[in-house]
């Protein structure tokens, strides 16, 4: 039996992967997604969104697996209802915060249900809302929020910096948190017990699924801890050459029906 003849989930990132740009699926995406469920092969997202931000794809796929959000730090099911949760160190997140402001990059804070930011004019504040589809709370000081945090982002249009804002928060969090590059633009900080590969153990348990009969698809350097954490992995062809480079196949582009060609050659057709 070949690895994709194994398959029983596949596991996909969200933006970049399963929607176009203007954040809509094509009917070649829901068909595949839907030969999926009559294989009998369960389907399940994950995304640095939060769960409210991956709520317009729950009627269009008919999602029954739980879904994780913030890479990880909370999964839901598919009426939003709580199912586990990673929540930040407080003195873990004041220092993730601190480094953030310091790199010269604006900081957001997800807490619980609530996207906690300072300047509604920042930064891809407006692209944001447009794609998580709810309005973030505008506050004086973010520390109202790091409590209960569950993901800290830093933002900026400047690569190179946020490059290096990356590079700190590694060096200086190391292990007490993980530190992941979900968009040029952003950089997600987390519990350490979240992020896309721990996404793949959890669904493993919670669907009780080996992880080598997962199949994982993505597009960003996130998306190669659930890579490695997986039986087969599948990169789409707009991700950079690092991440092509960690799969074990590269489908076409998300703009030319990438998802809906892997799942088709993959896992549907059987053929490697």
């Given at each position: 039996m070949s690895d994709t003849h194994r398959i029983r989930l596949v596991l996909a990132d969200v933006d970049g992967?399963?929607?176009?740009?203007?954040?809509?699926?094509?009917?070649?995406?829901?068909?595949?997604?839907?030969?999926?469920?009559?294989?009998?092969?369960?389907?399940?997202?994950?995304?640095?969104?939060?769960?409210?931000?991956?709520?317009?794809?729950?009627?269009?796929?008919?999602?029954?697996?739980?879904?994780?959000?913030?890479?990880?730090?909370?999964?839901?099911?598919?009426?939003?209802?709580?199912?586990?949760?990673?929540?930040?160190?407080?003195?873990?997140?004041?220092?993730?915060?601190?480094?953030?402001?310091?790199?010269?990059?604006?900081?957001?804070?997800?807490?619980?249900?609530?996207?906690?930011?300072?300047d509604p004019k920042a930064p891809h504040v407006e692209h944001e809302?447009?794609?998580?589809?709810?309005?973030?709370?505008?506050?004086?000081?973010?520390?109202?929020?790091?409590?209960?945090?569950?993901?800290?982002?830093?933002?900026?249009?400047?690569?190179?910096k946020v490059a290096r804002c990356e590079a700190a928060l590694r060096d200086q969090l190391g292990t007490r948190a993980s530190v992941v590059r979900s968009q040029p633009y952003y950089?997600?900080?987390?519990?350490?017990?979240?992020?896309?590969?721990v996404v793949v153990g959890t669904l493993s348990k919670l669907l009780s699924v080996a992880p080598d009969r997962i199949l994982t698809i993505g597009d960003m350097p996130s998306d190669t801890l659930m890579f490695a954490k997986s039986g087969i992995s599948v990169a789409m062809g707009n991700a950079e050459d690092e991440v092509k480079a960690r799969a074990k196949f590269v489908t076409d582009s998300y703009e030319n029906e990438g998802?809906?060609?892997?799942?088709?050659?993959?896992?549907?057709?059987?053929?490697a």
């Open positions: 992967t399963l929607v176009l740009p203007d954040k809509t699926i094509t009917e070649r995406a829901r068909a595949a997604v839907r030969r999926l469920d009559e294989a009998g092969i369960a389907f399940a997202v994950t995304s640095g969104r939060p769960p409210r931000g991956m709520a317009m794809l729950v009627e269009p796929l008919a999602l029954t697996t739980p879904i994780g959000g913030f890479n990880g730090a909370l999964f839901v099911k598919p009426d939003m209802t709580i199912i586990e949760e990673h929540v930040f160190d407080l003195e873990c997140a004041e220092e993730a915060i601190e480094i953030v402001l310091q790199s010269g990059l604006d900081a957001w804070v997800y807490a619980g249900a609530d996207w906690l930011i300072r809302q447009w794609v998580v589809k709810f309005a973030p709370k505008i506050v004086v000081d973010l520390g109202a929020g790091l409590d209960h945090a569950v993901k800290i982002t830093g933002v900026s249009d400047d690569h190179d950089i997600d900080v987390t519990h350490p017990d979240a992020n896309k590969g998802f809906a060609k892997a799942m088709e050659k993959y896992v549907l057709g059987g053929g």
